[in-house]
């Protein structure tokens, strides 16, 4: 059985652990719950970190609980924050519970008869009829406030440059995560939290809540944050997060994003993302540094995350749109894309509107490339070029300067790609 501590550490996923953890996750199997935000109806690759410690945790033969924080997300916890946060109503709530437990799915098993499946659950469902009276009465007395001013995540707010402090509310997260832990213990026997080191404090909390509570010992262990080698944010781009529903970011562009990390984040990113084992990696690893050109691990970074949150038809897909401009690829991948991805490859390429009315009788290429859309300045340069075998139509060199260009040569009955020599690409949309 896999040793799920010995996992993280040689994948570089531990950055502080209690004294015992190891020790207990040995000795039988144990439920272990990590919390995910649910202010969006899709997790993002921030998100990733957490769900892969669930599924080595699941994969060491543990019982993985994914919490949906529900309640609390209708607080918003303080931690590396600098505001307060929007706060969502029940039916928000609900849907993106649902959206996110589909996303989940993917990594985690939570149907087969195994003894260890996942488990999802959503701390609303515990937390909205209890009154405020019972809470502070029940819980609050156990934990003084200096134990909480004493936490970083407060700590940090409070002394930090927003005149506005910190409210009572977002004061009183600790508490709520702390109960939750508590809750889990009680009903699921759960033992351990799991998180970002973010939420040490927090966490921390809920263990000495339920020390002073039941009695009881409970563990936490957290990983460290992901960074950018450059220092930039990871998971950012300038359009924004990548998420991994496709409605907000397309396979092709979340494949995209994996292939184009540089070879440092590359060398970490394998580790922390994948399932990949240790002999595997460090092969991927000396490939690299025999041949960095060929990026052996990025491309078996964005294969594994693709296929994994995607599917394998969707990877196929996407390497087929990267080699459109980037390497051999044939009329027939052209065609093979979606429109969805086709416009995301051509995305910056110089585009031309044509006339559909036109195509219908015909066109000479000379004519098209150069009065209808402006490829080549001239049609004695266009013919040069041609003679050269330097013009493409649809990935297919142009026989003939003159050749009559019609709408077979529409791909998705919409548009056609020129090529002016191996990298100059143009987009012409017919209307």
């Known amino acids: 059985m896999l040793n799920f501590v010995e996992e993280l550490r040689w994948r570089g996923m531990i950055h502080e652990i209690m004294p015992g953890t190891e020790e207990q996750l040995q000795k039988e199997r144990t439920s272990g719950y990590l919390g995910i935000d649910p202010t969006a109806d899709s997790l993002h690759i921030g998100h990733l970190v957490g769900v892969m410690m669930l599924k080595h945790f699941q994969r060491a033969g543990h019982t993985p609980i994914a919490l949906v924080g529900g309640a609390t997300g209708m607080i918003g916890d303080p931690s590396m924050k600098s505001a307060e946060r929007k706060l969502l109503d029940e039916d928000t709530l609900r849907h993106n519970q649902e959206a996110i437990k589909k996303q989940l799915a993917k990594f985690l098993d939570f149907e087969s008869d195994i003894p260890n499946r ?32 004493a936490k970083d995540s407060v700590k940090k707010r409070l002394s930090g440059e927003s005149s506005e402090g910190m409210s009572f509310t977002e004061f009183s997260y600790q508490l709520l995560q702390g109960y939750d832990f508590l809750h889990l213990y009680r009903e699921k026997g759960c033992r351990i939290q799991l998180g970002g080191s973010d939420q040490w404090g927090n966490i921390t909390t809920g263990t000495e809540l339920i020390r002073r509570v039941e009695g009881g010992e409970a563990f936490a262990l957290v990983c460290p944050l992901i960074t950018k080698a450059d220092g930039g944010k990871f998971g950012k781009t300038e359009s924004g997060n990548v998420w991994l529903d496709r409605r907000y970011t397309s396979p092709y562009k979340f494949y995209q994003f994996w292939l184009n990390i540089s070879d440092e ?84 390429v110089p585009q031309f509107t044509i006339s559909k009315d036109k195509l219908s009788n015909g066109i000479k290429a000379v004519d098209l490339l150069t009065d209808d859309a402006a490829v080549f300045p001239s049609k004695g340069e266009m013919r040069k070029t041609q003679q050269a075998g330097g013009v493409m139509i649809n990935k297919e060199k142009l026989a003939n300067f003159d050749e009559n260009i019609d709408l077979s040569y529409l791909i998705g009955g919409k548009f056609i790609v020129a090529q002016r020599g191996k990298k100059n690409y143009f987009l012409l949309i017919a209307e």
Do not use: C
Not at 129 to 147: A, E, M
Not at 282 to 304: G, I, N, S, V, Y
Not at 332 to 344: C, G, H, K, S
């Open 118 to 149: 996942a488990v999802l659950v959503n701390n609303y469902d515990w937390m909205k009829d209890y009154s405020f009276l019972n809470f502070i009465r029940d819980i609050g007395k156990h934990i003084t406030v200096n134990y909480m001013m």
């Open 265 to 348: 984040d590359a060398d970490k990113y394998i580790k922390i993302f994948t399932s990949l084992p240790k002999e595997e990696i460090d092969a991927l690893t000396a490939e690299q540094a025999a041949a960095p050109h060929l990026r052996p691990l990025q491309r078996k970074l964005a294969e594994e995350l693709t296929v994994m949150v995607h599917s394998r038809e969707d990877y196929n897909m996407a390497v087929d749109a990267s080699q459109i401009l980037f390497g051999r690829s044939t009329s027939q991948a052209l065609r093979n894309i979606d429109e969805e991805t086709f416009m995301q490859v051509f995305e910056g």
